[in-house]
């Protein structure tokens, strides 16, 4: 059974930094694709950055420069360290995992079929 428990959200000043991290159990994260999605109220999922299994980042335009996901092979963890933060990143942060390639999909929440229950990222 795919477990993946997010953690390191909360509410932090324009400009400052925070790191998510996306703890997995039942998954390998060397082994497989994981993403980072966001969700603000009223608005539809988002994918965030993704992190294929050579370790090769995407990331969506808006948060380009300034996010960077990460995997520790080690801890079983995947991590989001999120810099130069604004009024509208403010969201949900989720966790998602693959064993299937996602290809075209990988920022599509459709890409993904393990998901993690969220962290809040609140930006004022």
């Known amino acids: 059974q795919v477990q993946l428990v997010e953690s390191g959200g909360g509410s932090v000043q324009v400009g400052g930094s925070l790191t998510l991290s996306c703890e997995a159990s039942g998954y390998s994260v060397s082994k497989g694709y994981m993403a980072w999605f966001r969700q603000a109220p009223g608005k539809e999922r988002e994918g965030v950055a993704a992190?294929?299994?050579?370790?090769?980042?995407t990331y969506t335009y808006s948060v380009k420069d300034r996010f960077t996901i990460s995997r520790d092979n080690a801890k079983n963890t995947l991590y989001l360290q999120m810099n130069s933060l604004k009024p509208e990143d403010t969201a949900m942060y989720y966790c998602?995992?693959?064993?299937?390639?996602?290809?075209?999909?990988?920022?599509?929440?459709?890409?993904?079929?393990?998901w993690g229950q969220g962290t809040q990222v609140t930006v004022s």
């Open positions: 998602a995992a693959t064993i299937r390639w996602p290809g075209s999909a990988v920022l599509s929440a459709n890409g993904y079929d393990y």
């Open positions: 992190i294929d299994t050579t370790g090769m980042p």
